[in-house]
């Protein structure tokens, strides 16, 4: 890794660093991305099926909320995904709200896609040293520490 500068305060240190994390992880998302692109999913409803298969089942509300997006946003994302029957609405014991799932349809699409990007990743990486690979390893264990604190 990088050794920190004597002169760097540890709070500039750790603004470069975050620096260097966050654009790493947004061009690696946007690389293996492309990967999707072979699924007919736009991504705003391929991240919306990954919230239902990986959390379950959610309403319309927790779903936008989940996804940071408005009800109204998410209702036109679902309707794709119901069109496409990778979705599927359940009523749930209060008649009023209903409960979106994924169908074996979506959750088959969903991990066929998550294969191709892992596969993609694991591909590069095996171009890379064993001390290289070690140290990926190091780091992506980081990064799940990471995102658990944030």
Known sequence: MHE?????APQDE???????LHSAA????RRVRAQDRTMGIGPAQ???LSVLV???PRSLKELAEAEQVRPPTMS???AGLVR???????????????SLEATDKGTKILWKGRQRRVELVARTLQTFS??????????AEFLQKLVARL
């Open 84 to 98: 496409a029957g990778l979705v599927r609405r359940q009523t749930t014991t209060d008649k009023r709200r209903l």
């Open 4 to 8: 920190r500068k004597h002169n760097i």
């Open 76 to 78: 036109r994302i679902v």
């Open 26 to 29: 947004i061009h690696l998302l």
């Open 14 to 20: 750790a603004h470069r660093i975050g620096d260097l």
């Open 46 to 48: 391929l991240s919306a």
């Open 130 to 139: 064993e001390d290289e690979i070690q140290e990926a390893a190091r780091v």
């Open 54 to 56: 990986f959390l379950g």
